[in-house]
């Protein structure tokens, strides 16, 4: 099992800034790859970023340029960095972990940025 906790959503302005947090704990092994996905009301939920176990990163085109995905292998934690950000990037943020085994998700964490 693996336990995942994601802080530092909130509501800012158009323009703005957030960086969210997603702690990591558990069976943190065999990891392929952490991400961050959102899910805007009546919409799927969609990738936006990951960070892969070798490192490498891949983000969506909406938001290439303006987020930024980062890991502290020592605090088991991964960050996204929200910049410029728009009305249209409100939505729950969670984590997921990709393992061997399978998937976790965290409880989500609200994003509203207002125009």
């Known amino acids: 099992q693996v336990q995942l906790v994601e802080s530092g959503g909130g509501l800012v302005q158009a323009g703005g800034s957030l960086r969210l947090s997603c702690a990591a704990s558990?069976?943190?092994?065999?990891?392929?790859?952490i991400g961050w996905y959102r899910q805007a009301p009546g919409k799927q939920r969609d990738l936006v970023a990951l960070?892969?176990?070798?490192?490498?990163?891949n983000y969506a085109d909406s938001v290439k340029g303006r987020f930024t995905i980062s890991r502290d292998n020592a605090k088991n934690t991964v960050y996204l960095q929200m910049n410029s950000l728009k009305p249209e990037d409100t939505a729950v943020y969670y984590c997921?972990?990709?393992?061997?085994?399978?998937?976790?998700w965290g409880q989500g964490t609200q994003v509203t940025v207002s125009s």
């Open positions: 997921y972990v990709q393992k061997v085994e399978g998937g976790y």
């Open positions: 960070i892969t176990s070798g490192g490498g990163t």
């Open positions: 558990g069976r943190i092994f065999d990891i392929n790859y």
